[in-house]
């Protein structure tokens, strides 16, 4: 019989096709609005902090314009050859180093440092630090806005500051007294001058966001706007250089495309196992309850309870029926009766029979416990006694 | 489409020329001439879906044996197909193996056979048989899965039949016609016969005896064509687990060996499974066909939630027969609260019937009350002696309606409510 009536339930690769269409249309179009919202907004703005492209309160923009407007030709260079090839003229040029990743090493530091006579370092390295004098220190952290107090003609325009960055001691073996420094809090200064170059810690100061506070604007005008060129130069990964050979240069040149064709086994694998043999069958699995879980129940909640004399006249009435039974007593008898039969069986005090089978009151679980094993012997002895000899 | 093991040793060979010719380039012409081989490869393997499929299944089982099913495939296509082929039965349907290799030339017909050994009851279930086809390079292979229902039936295992043989030769022994020759005492008038000493003389015939000259007794038999309703509660006190056995199925397994008794005995069995519904019913039937109609509505019953019904129950015995019968009711008699309803209906069906009321009891409830070694071993007894008090006031609470009680551990009330059975007929009380 040849049926050709029989449903196949797995679709062909067409009609997957068919019916994804709709979904494929609808992520394509998300895709496409959300691309050209994107775009519209400008996502791939500069964000590096004290980047002069950048209009983000991290960024400097708003300084680096203001000197624009003030004929200030400012160039902003991102990799030391920019900036050498900038500041063709020492004499007129002032140079704006901020090297907050660390990315030039002590021999660039101090290649940057001599390519204008007027310097100003944020934030500097330890190694622009040792370039712009051997007595500088780092003292750490500082905070507050602080007085100027000191000789510098940009300090002194600005009167005071906001100090958010790094301190700087000058340390005594400076006795020739050339190192200026201003912002004081007790002896650590927020800005160092010696000769040209100046060491500014107020990493804050001088951003789109701080700019307006205090006098952070008149610090950066004057010290940035002194001449007729300033060349805005903040560090790149570019500039970072290394001696050390990367993997890539140690190992032959088939571990690329045999690590791919290795992450293409692992897609082939994953397809391999992952498509079921058929689909998975629905089975109606039965109520189980298990009976004893009432009696269960029911012990937790005595012993929660703490129901001694409660549980104890539960094992007693069980106790009694049976003792009845045994004394051949009638179901109606009383317990009394059952005392009375019993004890005589067992040989034993009625009137200690009654405590037990009755009177007795459990102050513990521990009496409890005893109760319960005096019950058990009790029926046990009367069982015994029965039994023909 | 499905993808092999051999695809994926394909693809990681590819590492090989891109090792040994030191370029990378090696690998993109190796997984091009792979893409090509299994265009080629998928191409010429036989379609699934050009087999048309026909099934051969039993039609029923018992709980606990294992039959055959068959699947034909035919192939309507003109390439052969091979291919692993997977019959898709519920889980619960014990089948196996899993997977089968078959090869089916174009035009042909192959037999695949899937053993099953259910192990639960009902109706078990095959949805639909897939087939994954292989290329001859073995690359790929196309799969689908064909809808082709069937199902089997899997009737309750009746593991009591095991006690038949024994309690029909009890009742041989009844009927007088067994070679012991015990006389029944029975109520029905048999036959004349002579005097043997050691016969009741109360039941000598005064007045055959004066017609005979000679001392004659009246033989009774067992009485015949009796009514007997048995009426099994599948609500949710039916699906407690006793010794990891259902309440209900205990249920059935008496029920099964009381009617293999009964109509043995010339008696007319009637079922009839209830909760608030009528879940099965089996009215009218004797000897064989009652065995086979009562498993049969039997085995797709399943306990459920809801609370039994016991107002409707004389009305529906009434609806069975309106004369005198043994009515045997399966239910559980653990608490008074639960079983209120069933005290209730009691004295109205005990009035016109003979009631007896048969229940399942969790024989570890006996060791648990004698067990007190520890603080939570004492709660745990006193507990056990609370539920058994609960069960014998509710069984003397029935004793006083009228009815009569039967109760045993799983194992042991089918043989105990046969035993029961035979005590009445004996009795007369039928």
Redesign the interface.
């Known amino acids: ?4 009536m ?5 679709p ?2 067409g009609r997957l096709a068919r019916r994804s269409v709709l979904w494929v249309v609808v992520i394509g179009v998300i895709v496409l609005i959300a691309g050209i919202g994107l775009a519209l907004a400008g996502s791939s703005q500069d964000t590096d902090p004290m980047s002069a492209r950048s209009a983000t309160p991290g960024g400097a923009k708003a300084l680096v314009e203001v000197l624009r407007h003030e004929g200030v030709t400012v160039v902003i260079a991102d990799t030391l050859a920019e900036a050498a090839k900038a500041a063709a003229d020492p004499a007129t040029t002032t140079l704006f180093l901020y090297d907050a990743y660390y990315y030039l090493d002590a021999e660039q530091t101090a290649r940057a440092m001599k390519l204008a006579d007027t310097v100003v370092v944020l934030q500097p390295t330890s190694d622009a630090l040792a370039v712009i004098s051997p007595d500088l220190a780092l003292a750490g952290y500082t905070d507050g806005t602080r007085e100027a107090g000191c000789s510098v003609a940009a300090a002194e325009a600005a009167e005071s500051i906001t100090t958010t960055g790094d301190g700087y001691r000058i340390l005594d073996t400076d006795s020739d007294g050339r190192a200026a420094g201003c912002f004081a809090d007790g002896d650590v200064y927020s800005l160092v001058q010696v000769g040209g170059r100046t060491a500014l810690g107020a990493t804050t100061a001088l951003t789109n966001g701080e700019i307006l506070s205090e006098g952070n604007a008149a610090l950066g005008l004057n010290l940035l706007g002194s001449t007729d060129t300033l060349v805005w130069y903040v560090p790149t990964l570019e500039d970072y250089t290394t001696d050390a050979l990367t993997v890539d240069e140690l190992s ?3 571990v ?3 690590t ?3 992450f ?2 692992g897609i ?2 994953i ?2 196992r992952g ?1 079921r ?3 998975l ?3 109606n699995l ?7 879980e ?3 129940g ?3 909640l ?2 929660k309870a703490g129901a001694r004399l ?3 006249d ?2 007693r ?2 106790t009694i ?1 049976r003792l009845a039974t045994l004394c051949g007593l009638p ?1 109606l008898a009383t317990v009394d009766e059952v005392v009375a039969a019993s004890s005589a069986i067992a040989g034993s005090d009625p009137r200690v029979v009654r405590q037990l089978l009755v009177d007795a009151n459990p102050r513990s ?1 521990r009496d ?2 005893q109760l ?2 005096d019950l ?1 012997v009790f029926e046990q002895t009367v069982t015994r006694n029965l039994r023909p000899h | 489409m499905a993808f092999t093991g051999r695809f994926v040793i394909a693809v990681a060979l590819g590492i090989v020329p891109v090792v040994y010719f030191n370029d990378a380039s090696a690998a993109w012409w190796w997984l091009l001439a792979l893409l090509v081989l299994c265009i080629v490869d998928i191409a010429i393997a036989g379609s699934p879906r050009r087999l048309a499929l026909q099934r051969e299944l039993p039609g029923a089982l018992r709980l606990g044996e294992t039959t055959s099913a068959r699947v034909y495939l035919t192939n309507t296509g003109r390439r052969r197909v091979r291919a692993i082929v997977r019959d898709g039965w519920q889980p619960s349907a014990g089948a196996g193996p899993r997977t089968q290799r078959v090869s089916v030339p174009a035009g042909e017909r192959r037999v695949i056979t899937t053993t099953l050994t259910p192990f639960r009851r009902g109706e078990r279930r095959a949805h639909h048989v897939t087939v994954r086809s292989f290329g001859p390079l073995g690359l790929l292979a196309r799969q689908a899965s064909i809808a082709a229902p069937g199902s089997i039936k899997v009737l309750p295992p009746f593991n009591a039949r095991k006690h038949l043989p024994s309690r029909l030769a009890r009742l041989r022994e009844l009927d007088g016609a067994s070679s012991v020759m015990v006389r029944g005492q029975g109520t029905e008038f048999d036959s004349l016969r002579d005097y043997v000493r050691g016969d009741d003389v109360r039941s000598i015939d005064w007045r055959a005896t004066a017609r005979r000259s000679d001392l004659v007794v009246r033989t009774w038999r067992p009485e015949r064509d009796r009514r007997v309703v048995i009426i099994i509660d599948s609500g949710r006190t039916s699906a407690a687990r006793i010794d990891n056995e259902p309440r209900l199925d205990t249920a059935f397994e008496s029920a099964l060996l009381l009617a293999a008794l009964a109509t043995k005995a010339g008696d007319r069995v009637d079922l009839v499974i209830y909760d608030r519904r009528v879940r099965g019913r089996v009215q009218g039937a004797t000897g064989p066909e009652l065995m086979n109609r009562m498993v049969t509505s039997m085995a797709t019953v399943e306990p459920e939630l809801i609370e039994m019904d016991w107002t409707v129950v004389p009305g529906l015995v009434r609806s069975i027969t309106s004369s005198r019968a043994l009515v045997v009711l399966c239910t559980s008699i653990d608490a008074p609260g639960a079983s209120r309803g069933l005290l209730g209906v009691l004295p109205e069906l005990a009035k016109k019937h003979l009631v007896v009321v048969s229940s399942v009891t969790d024989p570890s409830v006996l060791a648990t009350a004698a067990q007190r070694s520890d603080r939570r071993e004492v709660y745990l007894a006193a507990a056990a002696e609370r539920a058994l008090l609960d069960q014998a006031r509710v069984s003397a609470a029935i004793r006083q309606s009228g009815a009569d009680v039967v109760t045993g551990a799983p194992a042991e009330l089918p043989p105990a409510l046969a035993d029961r059975y035979i005590a009445l007929k004996a009795a007369g009380r039928l």
């Open positions: 019989m040849t049926d050709n029989q449903t196949v339930m797995t062909t690769i032959p040149e088939w690329q495309p045999v791919l064709t290795a293409l086994v082939a694998a397809l391999w498509r043999l058929g689909p069958i629905v089975e039965p109520v189980t309850v298990k009976a004893s009432t009696m269960q029911r012990a937790r005595y012993e409660h549980t104890l539960s094992l009435i069980g029926a179901v679980d409890l416990v319960s094993d058990l």
